[in-house]
């Protein structure tokens, strides 16, 4: 059943608290977009609302982890991670708190409300900062094995998750047991597609209408940005040859620049990134990712030139 | 629990340790660890702050955070004369390798609470532990921990701390103090040229604080203060204390440009002078007494 990765936050805590683990959610006015309300509703010693704060959110978390609890902070990406960015560096980062930076709405699909409401920068951002991991689930269940995962390993962690229903790409009992996470989700010899959150699914219906041309292409699901699952990604870029990275978010500093960073220096071949290289606008979310080539049609016409 | 006499000695012990430790370092901020190191002495000494070296770790313990970070001299040498950091460590600050970072670590140097240096995190920070010490009391019955956060006037220019103030007003977090070191001070001149904060004491009662004023430099008065304020129980409590940026060295007192040099040998060498025959009179006083 089609699921945002936000719609996992808020249940996969409760989760966590029902089998006893320590865990709080600090949320800054968005609390129901978020889905932390269900925390709050539960479990209300287990919820801070900040109102509209974000930087004094990464603060009161920070405190909160300093006195033994594991602590997930909302919002949107945009402001969750940008407005408090210097915050969660010389706090959370600097001080290695278990703190984890789970704000939703992240990237193009977040829609109609526009430019300023799209993080775009936000795996740039965390994936610079020393002790912070970063995790990009591309469904439901991956949000939420990624959510137990973060709550599990001590230190920051940064989840980015987004707003829009996702098809399902893994099963229910999905999990992770290690933070360089990456999987083939499909096989093939011609090209690896290496995506993450958003993209995986797109790539995966790429990959349908390329091997309809005689293409097989292979999709890699880099769910760990940082760190990066070096064994897995050097292995499909060795098979294939050539490696296109997709991800809702700019080209500059995101996952495609820390795939192409990997292969360039431990196994150089040919890698495109396709993402976002500005500003995006307002539209629904499908409208959106097929003007800017990020919906399936654009992921299998970039594979299309690049094998040309 | 130590008299305001031995406080005083205390302070000026730390003032000693403060100008030498700058002057083996070469950097650092010596006028804002002066201003507060009798505000750091009586918060220390006088009881009110629940730390004990032997177990700076005790979840027992009240927190202080030095929102202020650059003040870390200030919070080494209270460390040290604590017995808490070996005193021949003190000048090892800001060199490679150190535990004493020139801003403090707290993944290096446990007596440290948290990481600070960035102006105005500290007060979200501590709110946030004030927050969690509640809710560990309500857990366990226990005495509810204190949390004592030290922030700079110039430093309140900054945002984040009236989102701190307003957040820890509208939970009640009564076991929170803030101690402001009003030394009216900041790097491009004086916080009421730059950009007044004033008038400080009604925009903090008008976030809902409970608001002390008081002398910075007054033992007695600050050990007052901080009475006061840890018996406030319905809201939290800021005491501003009036301070003199540089207090204890004639050259440096409300110099601006003694926010973030060092002294040189020979102005140490003065300093330290000065800060002697004040403990000379200090100690013969102590004898008296």
């Known amino acids: 059943m089609a699921k945002a990765t936000r719609a996992a936050f808020g249940p996969t805590l409760l989760e966590l608290i029902n089998e006893g683990v320590d865990v709080m959610a600090v949320d800054a006015d968005l609390a129901g977009s978020t889905t932390t309300a269900k925390v709050a509703a539960e479990y209300p010693d287990r919820f801070v609302e900040v109102g509209i704060a974000e930087q004094n959110m990464i603060g009161v978390a920070s405190g909160l982890a300093l006195t033994g609890r594991t602590v997930f902070t909302g919002s949107f990406a945009v402001f969750g991670s940008g407005r408090c960015w210097e915050q969660i560096r010389n706090t959370v980062c600097v001080s290695n708190l278990d703190v984890k930076v789970c704000p939703t709405h992240a990237g193009i699909t977040v829609g109609p409300d526009g430019e300023t409401h799209q993080a775009l920068e936000d795996i740039s951002l965390m994936r610079v900062l020393p002790h912070m991991r970063v995790l990009v689930p591309a469904d439901y269940n991956a949000a939420r094995a990624a959510i137990r995962f973060a709550a599990k390993t001590p230190g920051p962690f940064y989840v980015r998750m987004g707003r829009e229903n996702l098809p399902e790409v893994y099963g229910e009992d999905f999990a992770i047991d290690s933070e360089a996470f990456a999987q083939v989700v ?55 040859g050539l490696v296109l990275t997709v991800e809702e978010h700019s080209i500059y500093g995101g996952m495609g620049s820390a795939v192409a960073e990997l292969l360039a220096e431990k196994q150089p071949c040919r890698v495109s990134r396709l993402g976002m290289t500005g500003f995006g606008q307002s539209g629904t979310a499908a409208d959106l990712l097929e003007h800017y080539g990020l919906d399936a049609a654009g992921i299998a016409a970039r594979v299309r030139e690049l094998l040309a | ?180 070191d009003n030394n009216n001070l900041q790097i491009d001149g004086h916080v009421t040229d730059v950009c007044s904060i004033d008038p400080l004491d009604e925009k903090l009662r008008a976030f809902g604080w409970h608001v002390i004023t008081c002398d910075g430099h007054d033992v007695a008065a600050i050990r007052a203060a901080l009475a006061e304020a840890v018996a406030c129980t319905a809201s939290p409590a800021a005491i501003i204390f009036k301070t003199i940026k540089g207090k204890g060295v004639s050259f440096m007192e409300d110099q601006a440009s003694w926010h973030g040099n060092a002294p040189s040998a020979e102005q140490a060498a003065q300093a330290l002078a000065e800060i002697d025959a004040v403990g000379a009179q200090l100690a013969a006083a102590a004898k008296e007494a």
Not at chain 1, 201 to 226: C, F, Q, T, W
């Open chain 1, 186 to 240: 499909r096989e093939g010899s011609d090209i690896s597609i290496m995506a993450c959150g958003v993209e995986l699914a797109h790539a995966l219906k790429a990959a349908e209408l390329l091997a309809e041309e005689g293409v097989s292409a292979e999709v890699v699901d880099i769910m760990s940005v940082k760190p990066l699952d070096e064994e897995t990604i050097l292995a499909s870029a060795g098979k294939t």
């Open chain 2, 1 to 180: 629990m130590r008299t305001d006499g031995e406080i005083e000695l205390v302070a000026n012990r730390m003032r000693r340790d403060i100008i030498e430790m700058l002057e083996a370092a070469g950097s650092g901020h010596p006028g804002g660890s002066l201003s507060a190191a009798d505000i750091m002495a009586t918060l220390y000494y006088s009881g009110v702050l629940a730390w004990d070296p032997a177990d700076p770790c005790s979840p027992e313990r009240d927190r202080f955070v030095l929102s202020k970070g650059h003040v870390a001299p200030a919070l080494y040498a209270v460390l040290a004369q604590m017995g808490y950091l070996p005193h021949e460590e003190l000048t090892t600050l800001r060199k490679l390798g150190s535990r004493l970072q020139g801003h403090p670590d707290s993944n290096l140097c446990p007596g440290v609470e948290v990481g600070t240096g960035s102006l105005g995190q500290g007060l979200s920070i501590a709110a946030g532990m004030a927050m969690g010490l509640a809710l560990d009391a309500k857990a366990s019955g226990e005495e509810l921990r204190r949390v004592f956060a030290l922030t700079g006037d110039g430093e309140l220019q900054e945002g984040q701390n009236w989102e701190a103030l307003m957040f820890a007003a509208h939970r009640k977090l009564s076991n929170l103090v803030v101690l402001v």
